[in-house]
DNA sequence: TCGTCAGTACTGGACAGTCTAGTTTCTTCG
DNA sequence: CGAAGAAACTAGACTGTCCAGTACTGACGA
């Protein structure tokens, strides 16, 4: 076997996680059948099955291996220097960014995935959002502690005050997407939300 | 027939409806079947597709006929007061109904049903969205512009203002609903959820 | 009497998961 | 290196179940 290769059995893996996840995002998880995924990943049914014992399985795998994804926007998040001058643009910045990556098709998809299936599979959609959401408004706080520290921000409950960030962001453009089927945010549209958004925070919070 | 009696046919199609809601609600558009409907309506199948053509009709109509409850929300909404020295009160008293209306078990089931059927039903989505939250929206607007004239608030743009003052206290525990089974907040988080949100709004819009 | 209803059986299709038979790839050991 | 066996794979048939929507019969109410 060639360095760069996987074994045969890992490459059918991945063929299988990444065709199953694409079919659940796109029709959902009852709408979507084990003979469909099979199919995508070009791939028997029998294999399918060796690799995950039943349908409930994979969905889980799939779902929970999305939440690699959130460390970038870790980083990003932690990222923010103790800068007087430019810490309205800063936040700026990062609220575009949040904006941007929240609004993404497949984000918004595999949101409506696991809000669809709360019920079915409570302790993934927890898991999803402790793994997930939590992580970043952790570090959030942490990042608007450090700022209070540094006298950019006064910020009683820097838990709460991350809170009050995203909530002042967000709320809206995904409510909407998350109702409509698709996302319907222009570029401008974004700009502004993220603009309005750092205002008001740094009126309430400076 | 009793004054005080619908005919036959009207209470049959009211116990469909009633059977339906509560059906779909608790176990999704999927997992839900005409047979268990009509079972549950205590009426025969074949009522039902008397008086809905098929699941997807009686689908959009049990969902369309919840937006009336929102009515209730909008008188709310209407009736703060141009008082500035009960200003704060009456905002935390909003908020807190506000917090308490969105976080019934209901409520966050229709949310989760009709988010989780967006894809299917696009337009029965939008529609549920524009004519429940952006009504709600809308209002609070109007109230901000009213409570502006009086030189209670100083708001530039009133929709956008409602949509922050939303952000601030449902992101975070509507968000937390979403994505686990239940509700899970105690009457003691939405005390501090409103008055933290309701401060952080004042900081930045009196 | 006439339309509406309950009860129930039926049709047709979808789908999770199993099974079988034959093929390909990996591994191991002479 | 090369053969032989083990493991994984393909293709597709098959079972059992569920469900939307239809059809029919006999009862019951206006």
Known sequence: MAASEEGRSARKHT????????????????GTSMDDIAKLAAV??????????????????????????VDAMVDLVADIPADAQALEDNLTRLAHQFLTALTQPEVLQLRRLIIANADTFPQLGAAWYEQGFERILATLATTFQRLDDHGLLRIADPHLAANHFSGLLLWIPVNKAMFHGSPQHTQDELDRYAAAGVQAFLAAYR
Not at 15 to 30: D, L, P, S, V
Not at 45 to 58: A, G, N, P
Not at 62 to 69: E, G, H
């Open 15 to 30: 063929a299988i996680m990444n065709a199953a996840t694409k079919a659940f995002m796109a029709n959902g998880y009852a």
């Open 44 to 69: 028997s049914k029998q294999t399918v099955y060796k690799h995950f014992t039943d349908k409930e399985k994979l969905f889980t795998e799939i779902v929970l291996a999305t939440t690699d994804r």
